[in-house]
């Protein structure tokens, strides 16, 4: 199917509680899969005044084999979207023919709720809210190029150039060189990681492989990361994602990590696991457009949850080479959070401890439990990023890492950039390159 009628399935399904908004998307045959994520979330959060307008216009009865579904996406796209720009096909042509009566009775609508903009007809809890308030943010992939070049391209593309802030907290990699990101928290596991070049890595649940690339920047590509996740579709886009990065280090394993052997001499030198496993998702900003400001997650989706979340650290924290881990989720519940890092605390008393990163981090854990407040959280209102939760493993006889303690509190104010000593590959040649 194309992209409308795929969108208008998808949309189907989520009114039907066939899926989630995402589930549906991702099981969907459809390969530009944002593309069709962003269309069928607008269509949804416009979705009373696009039926205001096809009743008014009497589209329906018109068009009387134009299914309901697919006739919201189609006016969505005519009168909210691009446009059909490019594209459309027979659809553009069919809605061509009311495109007149549509948009007099998007104008007719406005007048009679007196406003003047299309935001303004949304009811207040389908408003942008701190999703769109929050910052958007670069991370430049150093395997490709440099900051100095990516600013230098950034001017060219007619950017104003304000000055540098903090580099400690960056995006992960969608792009060659650059990902442009609505959330600077996704890249932190990572960061906090900081595996040294050399080293032997597992990414526990990989795909879409974001955090995979930037760990594999970090190690220069040098070493190894062993990458792991159950889902074909999204390891194959993962695949795709660190060629265009130029990530040579990695090997993909289509497999569940709760299968893989610690004892395995494969995997006798990890001692780096990234853990972000499957969760509610209940931080993510993207969910104020999927569920209308966030379903709370049901105690039983919670329990089963963190019942997966619990067995998969427990078992990574079997790997005899073990010395750092990183657990993460973008969930604000307590049961997939803390509950869990104080579990696997327990069962592995005076083997694993919390390491105390980021002492400036405006948002701790919460006090469930002694050493919690080593824990971070993220939230828009403390820390301009999406809802979050990081909790540091160090086996007991290790000395904290001094790397992850940087100052990393959110929003740092600029400061004018020193001047550059040398040249790197300039951003645009290397965006060109793809890799292997």
């Known amino acids: 199917m194309g992209l409308y009628a795929t969108a208008a399935a998808v949309l189907a399904g989520v009114e039907q509680r066939q899926g989630s908004l995402k589930s549906l998307v991702y099981s969907s045959s459809f390969q530009n899969v944002k ?25 329906l009865r018109a068009e009387k084999k134009l299914r309901p579904h697919l006739a919201k996406v189609l006016v969505y796209e005519l009168l909210l979207g691009k446009g059909f720009r490019g594209g459309g096909g027979r659809w553009k042509a069919l809605l061509g023919r009311h495109q007149a009566r549509l948009k007099a009775e998007l104008a007719r609508l406005k007048v009679h709720r007196g406003v003047s903009r299309n935001e303004d007809l949304l009811e207040e809890k389908s408003r942008p809210g701190q999703a769109c308030q929050v910052p958007r943010f670069v991370r430049v992939n150093t395997l490709k ?21 903090s580099r400690q907290i960056c995006m992960s990699i969608r792009s060659t060189t650059l990902d442009i990101s609505s959330c600077r928290i996704s890249c932190l596991p990572a960061m906090l990681l900081s595996p040294p070049p050399g080293s032997h890595v597992i990414d526990a649940c990989a795909a879409p492989g974001n955090k995979t690339s930037y760990i594999a920047a970090l190690l220069k590509n040098q070493g190894k990361i062993f990458a792991f996740d159950q889902d074909a579709k999204r390891l194959a886009a993962m695949a795709t994602l660190l060629a265009r990065a130029g990530v040579s280090c990695c090997e993909i394993a289509e497999k569940d990590f709760l299968t893989v052997s ?32 966030g379903a709370t997650p ?11 979340q619990l067995r998969a650290l427990c078992h990574a924290l079997t790997f005899p080479s073990l010395q750092r881990l990183v657990y ?20 592995n008393l005076g083997t694993f401890r919390l390491a105390p990163v980021l002492p400036d981090w405006p948002h701790r854990g919460l006090s469930t439990f002694p050493g919690s407040e080593h824990c971070l959280r993220a939230s828009p209102e403390t820390t301009l990023t999406g809802g979050f939760f990081i909790a540091v493993f160090e086996r007991g006889d290790v000395v904290p890492s001094p790397a992850p303690q940087a100052k990393a509190a959110a929003p740092e104010p600029l400061s004018q950039a020193p001047k550059r000593k040398r040249r790197c590959k300039a951003a645009a040649g290397a965006s060109t390159q793809s890799g292997t």
């Open 262 to 293: 610690p004892s395995d001499q494969r995997y006798s030198q990890v001692q780096y696991i990234l853990l972000d496993p499957s969760c509610s998702g209940s931080g993510m900003l993207s969910r104020q457009l999927e569920e209308q400001g």
């Open 35 to 59: 593309q069709l994520y962003a269309l069928v979330c607008e269509t949804q959060r416009y979705s009373a005044v696009l039926d205001a307008v096809i009743a008014s216009a009497g589209l």
């Open 145 to 165: 190029t440099c900051p100095e070049d990516a600013i230098d391209y950034f001017k060219r593309q007619g950017f104003s150039y304000q000055g540098r802030a």
């Open 298 to 308: 049901s105690k039983e989706r919670l329990q089963a949850l963190a019942g997966f």
């Open 328 to 347: 993460s989720t973008c969930s604000l519940s307590q049961e997939e959070n803390e509950d869990v890092v104080q579990e696997a605390l327990q069962q």
